[in-house]
């Protein structure tokens, strides 16, 4: 693993091509990519693993509710002390406890399954910062540090897409524990490297001799970080909006288009390269020294489409409409996504570490809230009702959007 300490100075205007990026930063992208894979061998294997813990489908599929929770909980609780260390010990950490969390789930019964869940919400919540965090920290200037973090979230991107198919061949020779116990030696191996490079380092906020910050003051200082409430709350949002629209999604295209699971595999790969590709594209044109539209314009822009999106789409009359809609879903969504890691870094300095373990813990109550609002829109209207539901919840995104443009850069 590379020195994270910047060998190079980088032009306080110069973003470097992402091919050099991804060759400094490929430790903490490979660290967000081995950290979806617990989950995804859980989804993917979600009914053998109910017959070897004696549970049905539905309880061994609910103990997922526990990992959002706990991923909520610590990511509040942690976010101040994400900056107090070296982020590669922060790292380490999250990588420690996913390894050990990959191996419990090897384990197969219920209640290690429910500290499976646990412990992967856990681990997420704190390496998922860190590791952003990190790749931010590489480049000295403010639009290569935003271009990083959003790299790494286009990775994680990328792979929540692929694992699934990536996963299939290695678990025809050894099942799903033995991917489980793969990714828990991979993990355990990543944590020992991590810990190794940093130990000795410096936390980001006293590498200048910076004095240290109290827990309640690092809140307090985020609060006044011109724009972050409202985008932490555009990203919470955006959350429970698109992670809400994609739990029905399978549903709906069986009801209105009587879509087999074979053929909605292919709706889901559609979903998931237009959001890698809209991350990706995104992130790197609001990193250009100039860009013709700035990251605050492109969120307004890239809520708004969503919220035109999600309006239309459960009332599209033809398939091919409605999957045009489904990408435009995908990509508005990450563009979104890009903007607010973008803003987020640029704004928070030596904080960013903080403000994006807050994000992600939104995030995941913005996943619970989703779930839970679109099932009751649902029960209630039907898919018109979902559709309501959805509508509302993206068009506070885009007026709390609107009032980040406003804020001053």
């Known amino acids: 693993m590379s020195n994270p300490a910047v060998r190079t100075p980088v032009a306080a205007t110069q973003v470097p091509g992402d091919l050099r990026m991804v060759r400094r930063l490929w430790p903490f992208l490979l660290a967000s990519t081995v950290s979806l ?40 609780a942690l976010a101040p002390l994400i900056d107090r260390l070296a982020r590669e010990l922060v790292a380490a950490c999250g990588l420690a406890l996913l390894g050990v969390s990959a191996a419990l789930g090897a384990v197969g019964n219920i209640f290690a399954l429910a500290a499976f869940c646990l412990l992967i919400g856990a681990s997420t919540s704190i390496l998922a910062p860190s590791i952003g965090a990190a790749a931010a920290d590489r480049f000295r200037s403010p639009a290569a540090a935003g271009r990083a973090a959003t790299l790494v979230s286009a990775t994680t991107s990328m792979m929540a897409m692929l694992a699934a198919p990536v996963l299939a061949v ?20 990543l944590s020992a490297a991590f810990f190794w490079r940093g130990r000795g380092r410096k936390a980001p906020m006293r590498a200048e001799g910076a004095e240290r910050m109290s827990y309640l003051a690092t809140y307090r200082v985020l609060a006044r970080i011109p724009g972050a409430v409202p985008l ?27 879509l087999q699971p074979g053929w909605f595999a292919l709706v889901w790969s559609l979903s998931g390269a237009s959001f890698f590709l809209g991350n990706l594209f995104a992130g790197r044109y609001i990193a250009l020294e100039r860009p013709w539209i700035s990251p605050e314009r492109m969120l307004v822009v890239g809520a708004g489409v969503a919220l035109v999106s999600v309006a239309g789409f459960y009332f599209a009359p033809t398939l091919p409409l ?27 300095g030596d904080l960013r570490g903080s403000a994006l373990s807050v994000n992600a813990a939104g995030m995941s109550l913005g996943t619970f809230l989703g779930a839970a609002l679109g099932g009751l829109g649902l029960g209630l209207g039907g898919y018109p009702g979902t559709a309501l539901t959805f509508t509302v919840i993206t068009l506070l995104a885009v007026l709390l959007s609107l009032r980040v443009r406003r804020s001053p850069g």
């Open 37 to 76: 894979i617990p989950f995804t061998v859980f989804g993917m294997y979600l009914v053998p693993i109910a017959a070897a813990a004696d549970g049905t489908v539905a309880e061994i599929g609910g103990l997922r509710g526990l990992g959002g929770l706990a991923a909520l909980i610590v990511g509040f």
């Open 322 to 348: 409605t999957l045009l809609l489904t990408a435009l879903m995908g990509a508005s969504h990450a563009t979104i996504a890009a903007c607010v890691t973008t803003l987020l870094v640029r704004r928070s």
């Open 232 to 258: 932490l709350v555009v990203a919470m949002l955006r959350t429970a909006a698109f992670m809400g629209y994609l739990a029905y999604l399978a549903a709906f295209y069986d009801d209105k288009f009587d």
């Open 170 to 189: 290695p678990g025809l020779l050894w099942g799903w524990r033995g991917n489980l116990l793969a990714a828990s030696v991979i993990s355990l191996a």
